[in-house]
Each structure stands twice: as structure tokens, then as C-alpha cells.
């Protein structure tokens, strides 16, 4: 079974770049047909995509956010990783990586999750 777990640092200052790698055991992300994906939750709202990586190497963003994401992967350590650039507190949240069944969705193993505070 595969898992995923999310590392990085739990504090960001604003205006600084909030960098997150996930690392996943059990599977290799270069394995058809699945994206890993990150996504994350303020505080008091609901989950919110932020894009995926699929296995063939396609990178996709949501489009709100696309501007201040970078997504890549290193198939040598079976990672994929987050950049969020010039954060601000908007961008305190709990962050996890997922694999879906398709881009946006159908996730069927998740992360626990790890908060980042953005604060100076």
C-alpha cells in the first residue's frame, strides 16, 4: 500500500517561498496512470487543490495560483515537492500530498498532513 509524507518547515516568514517535498513509499510516482497532487486547508475552510504532477511527468496548476506554484519530482528518490512563492498569512494552512485516479480528484491515498504558519 502506498503512503505518502509530507516534510518541510513549519514557519515561513511573509514574503518568503514555503517549500514542501513528499516522500512516497509503497509505489513509485513514475507508475501509469496517476498524479500526485498537493492540496491544503486554512484554517476554518474547506480543501483547496493547489495542482498535481502526474506520472508521465505533466505538470498541471490551479489556475488562482499558478503564478506563485512550482511543482517537480525526483524519480531518484521517489519525491515530488511544493514551491509557493511570496506568501503571505492567506497562505497558512494545513498542507497534504494526495495520488488521485485523475487530476483533481479521486484521491485514494493522502498524507497526514503538515501545518505551515505564515508569520514573521
Known amino acids: 500500500q502506498v503512503q505518502l509524507q509530507e516534510s518541510g518547515p513549519g514557519l515561513v516568514k511573509p514574503s518568503q517561498t514555503l517549500s514542501l517535498t513528499c516522500t512516497v513509499s509503497?509505489?513509485?510516482?513514475?507508475?501509469?496512470?496517476?498524479?500526485w497532487s498537493w492540496i491544503r486547508q486554512p484554517p476554518g475552510k474547506g480543501l483547496e487543490w493547489m495542482g498535481a504532477?502526474?506520472?508521465?511527468?505533466?505538470?498541471y496548476y490551479t489556475p488562482s495560483l499558478k503564478s506563485r506554484t512550482s511543482i517537480s519530482r525526483d524519480t531518484s528518490k521517489n519525491q515530488f515537492t511544493l514551491q509557493l512563492s511570496s506568501v503571505t498569512p492567506e497562505d497558512t494552512a494545513v498542507y497534504y500530498c494526495?495520488?488521485?485516479?485523475?487530476?483533481?480528484?479521486?484521491?485514494?491515498?493522502w498524507g497526514q498532513g503538515t501545518q505551515v504558519t505564515v508569520s514573521s
Open positions: 504532477i502526474a506520472s508521465s511527468g505533466i505538470i
Open positions: 494526495a495520488r488521485g485516479e485523475v487530476v483533481q480528484g479521486d484521491f485514494s491515498s
Open positions: 509503497g509505489g513509485s510516482i513514475t507508475t501509469n496512470y496517476y498524479y
